[in-house]
Nanobody, 123 residues
């Protein structure tokens, strides 16, 4: 069993930056890919970014490519999402998740999920 706890986020003005962290406990993330998803009010959950176990492979949604960076520190069992040049449409609850697959973009391929963390970008 893996417990994922997100931290960071909050309120920022458009054009600003925020960082999210996701710490795992219960077992190591060794061998697991990690992903970030988000869900805005009234919208479906969408893929944001994913990273493989070694950190050598990443994938991003087109909407965040060039602005967001996913990374991980396996020694700390933690994955990060650095968000720059934020836009009001980035406002959502952000979730981290772990998957035994390589670098999946589909939510159903993820086994464990965090509780979510609110990110609000004001215009």
């Amino acid at each position: 069993q893996v417990q994922l706890v997100e931290s960071g986020g909050g309120l920022v003005q458009a054009g600003g930056s925020l960082g999210l962290s996701c710490a795992a406990s219960g077992r190591t993330l060794r061998g697991y890919a990690m992903g970030w998803f988000r869900q805005a009010p009234g919208k479906e959950r969408e893929f944001v970014a994913a990273i493989n176990w070694s950190g050598g492979s990443t994938r991003y949604a087109d909407s965040v490519k060039g602005r967001f960076t996913i990374s991980r520190d396996n020694a700390k069992n933690t994955v990060y999402l650095q968000m720059n040049s934020l836009k009001p449409e980035d406002t959502a609850v952000y979730y981290c998740a772990s998957s035994p697959q390589l670098v999946p973009t589909q939510g159903y391929l993820y086994s464990y999920w965090g509780q979510g963390n609110q990110v609000t970008v004001s215009s």
